[in-house]
C-alpha cells in the first residue's frame, strides 16, 4: 500500500483504508505476532 497504491486513492483515502486495516488487525483474537508487528511498522510509516 505504501509503494503501489491504487493511482486514483487519494491520501484521505489511503488513511481511511489504513485505519479501517488496524481496526481489523487489533480486533483479532490471535494475530500472528510476526505479521502484526509487520503491519504495525507499516502503519507507523504511514502516519510520518
Same mark, same amino acid.
Do not use: C, H
Given at each position: 500500500?505504501?509503494?503501489? /497504491? /491504487?493511482?486514483?486513492?487519494?491520501?484521505?483515502? $489511503?488513511? %481511511?483504508?489504513?485505519?479501517?486495516? $488496524?481496526?481489523?488487525?487489533?480486533?483479532? /483474537? %490471535?494475530?500472528? /505476532?510476526?505479521?502484526?508487528?509487520?503491519?504495525? $511498522?507499516?502503519?507507523? %510509516?504511514? $502516519?510520518?
Amino acid at each position: 500500500m505504501l509503494a503501489g /497504491p /491504487p493511482a486514483d486513492w487519494s491520501v484521505d483515502r $489511503k488513511r %481511511q483504508y489504513f485505519v479501517w486495516a $488496524k481496526r481489523v488487525v487489533d480486533a483479532l /483474537p %490471535q494475530p500472528n /505476532p510476526i505479521l502484526k508487528t509487520e503491519f504495525e $511498522k507499516t502503519f507507523a %510509516q504511514f $502516519k510520518e
